[in-house]
């Protein structure tokens, strides 16, 4: 079957970095997503993956190893605003997205 | 209209009951999904639409149906609702099927009862 892993829950301090791991196994792969949800709110897109290596945009940035099935998410000078569920998707070889369950992401001052 | 847009915001519902989300899009997408998204299981697809006039089943379709007449509308239909359909529904559209990247609806909240 397909599978997106990523932890259920992480903590993290204000102004510090913190990156949110994510692990797949899909039917084939055409590209790996990252969307953020406010709690209460939509998903919005924050990053697009379809080679290895890292993409940056501003404080955060996204990484892609298509060999081992991996990508995280980094985010930098961590603020309040970024609490929120971090959410992982695939696109599989029928272009369909397979989403991983999300990541709370709890900011401390 | 900006985006894509859902009705109702919230709905409580009565078990048995026929209801029908609407769901309206007004950048041309040629995709459209209805997920459902419940606490710990992240968004499963309901049903999708790569064009207008097709229409296609997704993870968890039993209990619900879609059509999609023309390229803005994507409405989901329950026809009996039960309580295992208490959850949060959204609408999401991509510019095509080999074009994901998907953009969001602000949700549905729906309770059976």
């Known amino acids: 079957g397909q599978n997106i892993d990523q932890p259920t829950e992480m903590t993290a301090t204000e102004g510090a970095i913190v990156q949110i791991n994510c692990t797949y196994q899909?039917?084939?792969?055409?590209?790996l997503f990252w969307y953020q949800q406010h709690a209460g709110e939509a998903p919005t897109f924050l990053s697009y993956?379809?080679l290895d290596g890292l993409e940056e945009k501003g404080r955060f940035s996204s990484f892609l190893s298509r060999s081992k099935g991996y990508s995280y998410l980094l985010l930098k000078e961590l603020q309040m605003k970024d609490s929120a569920s971090y959410l992982c998707?695939?696109?599989?070889?029928?272009?369909?997205?397979?989403w991983g369950a999300g990541t709370k992401l709890i900011i401390k001052p | 209209i900006a985006g894509i847009t859902q009705a109702p915001t919230s709905q409580i519902l009565a078990a048995g009951r026929r209801m029908t989300l609407r769901c309206t899009q007004d950048?041309?997408?040629?995709?459209m999904y209805w997920y459902r998204q419940d606490l710990g299981l992240g968004l499963r697809l309901i049903h999708y639409?790569?064009?207008?006039?097709?229409?296609g089943k997704g993870e968890v379709p039993d209990g619900y149906s879609v059509s999609r007449a023309n390229t803005d509308d994507f409405p989901l239909t329950l026809a009996s609702a039960v309580p295992s359909q208490t959850s949060v529904y959204f609408c999401?559209?991509?510019?095509?099927?080999?074009?994901?990247?998907?953009?969001f609806g602000q949700g549905t909240r729906l309770t059976v009862v």
């Open positions: 999401a559209s991509s510019e095509g099927q080999e074009r994901s990247k998907a953009f």
């Open positions: 950048m041309r997408h040629n995709a």
């Open positions: 639409s790569n064009t207008a006039g097709t229409t």
């Open positions: 899909t039917s084939g792969f055409n590209g």
């Open positions: 993956n379809v």
């Open positions: 998707a695939v696109t599989d070889s029928n272009y369909q997205l397979i």
